[in-house]
C-alpha cells in the first residue's frame, strides 16, 4: 500500500497551494482526477482560441497570497480597470446597478430611487444573512432595485427560490452605495470605486489556466488522473481507482463537501443526511470566437428574462492572446438547477440574445465554439446548508480532516481564497 503522510483530494487552486506549502517538507500526495491540474482555474484551448470556464478574473485582496500569486506568474500578470456593464431595459448602464442607473429609462430611474431612499429611511442595513434574499433586497434597496436588478438576475444565478436563499455571502459580493451615490449615478456622475473588483489581475498569456501551471511547476506529490472513490478516515485510508489503496496520516479535501461525505465510509448517519440536504446550480458556459466585434467591456451582467443567460463577458479584453487578431473571444454563462439543457436551442437563444443587445450583428461572425459545463458552480445558501455545516464540520474535526477551498469549504468564494485556505490547511498539518 503506498503511504504518504498527507493526502490532498483534488489538484485545483487549493489543493495545489497546499502542495506548494507542504513541498520539502511533509511528504504529501495530491490526487486529481483530471489529466490536468487547476480545477476551475483552467483554460481550454480550441482553434485558435483560449477560453475559460467562463471569466476568471484575480480580484487580488491579501499581501501574503497577492505576492505568491503574482510570484507565481513571474510577470505574465495585467492589472486591468474593470469595465462592467449592465443590460436592461433595451439600455446599457455601468456597474454596479443600484449606484449608476443614469443609462435606465426616467420612469426605471425614479422607481429605483424613490424605493432607495424609502428603504434606507426605514433604516436598512446590511443584516446578519439570515434573512431571505427576496426580503432582504427589498429592505436593503427597496423596490425598484429589486424589482429591474436584483430579484430577477438572482433567480438567473442561483436557479433557487429566492425566497429560501439566505444572504449570508452577499456582504463581500453586493455593493452597498450610499443615498448620494444612488442619486448621483442615478443623474450623472458615473459610480466606479463600489464593488470588490474595481480592479483585476489576470494573466497576460495562457489565460487563467496559466496560475495552475505555475503552482504544479516543482510539486513533486502531483498526481494527475487519479480519483479518489473512497476513504475512510479512522483507519486513515483512501481508495484511489486504478491504483489502489493510499495510507496517510492527515487529509486535506479540496472536492465538493457532499460527495467527499457521500464516499466517507465511516461517516455517521446524521453526517451523510447533512451532506445530502446540501445543494448547488450548474452553470453551461458557451464560449465563442467571433470576428469583427468592436467593444472595449470587459463583462455585462443581463437580468432581463428575454436573455437565456445572466453573464457575458469578453476575454480577448483581458487578455488579447485570448482570441487571434481580428477576433474576440466571449463567454457566456446560463444557470440551471441540475437539470439537462438543450445545447442547440440554447445557443440559437444565446445568438438572438447578443444581437438583441448589440454584442453582435450576426451569426455569421462566429468561427469557434466551445461548450463547457461546470456541475458543482454556485453553493446554495440557505437554511439546510447552516443546519448541516456545523454537524459535518464538527465530525470532520473529530477525524483531524480538513476540508477547505469552494467546494470542499460549501461556499460562495473566489480564487484567491482557495489559495489562502490550502496555505492555511498545510501550515494545520506541518504544526
Ligand atoms: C462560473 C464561475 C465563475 C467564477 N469566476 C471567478 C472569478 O472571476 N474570480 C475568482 O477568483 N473566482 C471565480 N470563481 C471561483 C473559482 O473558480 C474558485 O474559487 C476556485 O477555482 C476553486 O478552487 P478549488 O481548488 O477550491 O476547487 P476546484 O477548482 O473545484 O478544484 C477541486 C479539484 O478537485 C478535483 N476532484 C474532485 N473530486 C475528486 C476526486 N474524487 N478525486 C480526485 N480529484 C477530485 C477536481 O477535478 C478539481 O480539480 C468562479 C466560479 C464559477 C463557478
Not at 426616467?106 to 424605493?115: A, F, L, T
Not at 427576496?134 to 436588478?149: K, L, M, P
Not at 463547457?372 to 454556485?378: M, Q, V
Request: with cysteine; proline share 6%.
Amino acid at each position: 500500500m503506498l503511504k504518504t503522510h498527507t493526502l490532498i483530494i483534488g489538484g485545483g487552486l487549493a489543493g495545489l497551494s497546499a502542495g506548494t506549502a507542504l513541498e520539502g517538507r511533509k511528504p504529501y500526495l495530491i490526487a486529481e482526477r483530471e489529466s490536468r491540474p487547476g480545477g476551475l482555474a483552467a483554460t481550454v484551448k480550441k482553434g485558435r482560441f483560449s477560453f475559460d470556464y467562463s471569466g476568471h478574473l484575480l480580484h487580488l485582496r491579501w499581501p501574503k497570497t497577492s505576492k505568491l500569486i503574482l510570484d507565481a506568474l513571474k510577470g505574465n500578470c495585467a492589472r486591468i480597470k474593470r469595465d462592467a456593464r449592465i443590460y436592461a431595459h433595451k439600455s446599457w448602464t455601468p456597474y454596479p446597478f443600484q449606484a449608476n442607473l443614469s443609462g435606465m429609462p426616467p420612469r426605471v430611474k425614479s422607481e429605483c430611487v424613490s424605493g432607495f431612499l424609502k428603504a434606507y429611511k426605514a433604516g436598512g442595513g446590511p443584516g446578519d444573512g439570515s434573512e431571505v434574499f427576496s426580503r432582504w433586497t427589498r429592505r436593503v434597496f427597496g423596490g425598484g432595485i429589486s424589482e429591474h436588478f436584483m430579484l430577477p438576475y438572482n433567480a438567473k444565478l442561483w436557479r433557487y427560490p429566492l425566497e429560501r436563499l439566505t444572504t449570508e455571502w452577499c456582504a463581500p459580493f453586493v455593493p452597498m452605495p450610499k443615498p448620494a451615490e444612488v442619486i448621483e449615478g442615478a443623474y450623472g456622475k458615473k459610480s466606479e470605486g463600489l464593488g470588490y473588483n474595481t480592479v483585476f489581475h489576470y494573466p497576460k498569456s495562457g489565460g487563467i489556466g496559466a496560475l495552475a501551471t505555475a503552482f504544479s511547476a516543482g510539486l513533486g506529490g502531483l498526481r494527475l488522473g487519479l480519483e479518489v472513490e473512497s476513504v475512510n478516515l479512522k483507519k486513515g485510508v483512501a481508495m484511489v481507482r486504478h491504483f489502489g489503496p493510499v495510507n496517510f496520516s492527515r487529509l486535506i479535501n479540496t472536492s465538493p463537501l457532499h460527495s467527499f461525505i457521500a464516499m466517507a465510509e465511516d461517516a455517521p448517519a446524521a453526517v451523510k443526511r447533512a451532506a445530502a440536504a446540501l445543494r448547488h446550480n450548474t452553470v453551461y458556459v458557451l464560449n465563442l470566437g467571433v470576428k469583427g466585434v468592436k467593444n472595449d467591456m470587459h463583462w455585462g451582467y443581463f437580468p432581463g428574462a428575454e436573455f437565456p443567460f445572466y453573464r457575458a463577458g469578453l476575454a480577448s479584453n483581458f487578455s488579447r492572446r485570448a482570441a487571434p487578431r481580428g477576433h474576440a473571444s466571449f463567454y457566456i454563462e446560463l444557470a440551471t438547477a441540475g437539470e439537462p439543457l438543450d445545447l442547440a436551442s440554447a445557443e440559437e437563444e444565446i445568438l438572438r440574445g447578443l444581437k438583441a443587445c448589440g454584442l453582435l450583428k450576426s451569426a455569421g461572425q462566429v468561427v469557434e465554439k466551445l461548450w463547457l459545463k461546470i456541475p458543482c458552480a454556485y453553493v446554495v445558501y440557505n437554511r439546510e446548508r447552516a443546519r448541516a455545516l456545523p454537524v459535518i464540520f464538527d465530525w470532520l474535526k473529530s477525524r483531524s480532516a480538513l476540508s477547505i477551498g469552494r467546494y470542499g469549504a460549501w461556499k460562495y468564494s473566489f480564487m484567491e481564497e482557495s489559495v489562502k485556505e490550502g496555505l492555511e490547511a498545510a501550515s494545520s498539518v506541518l504544526r
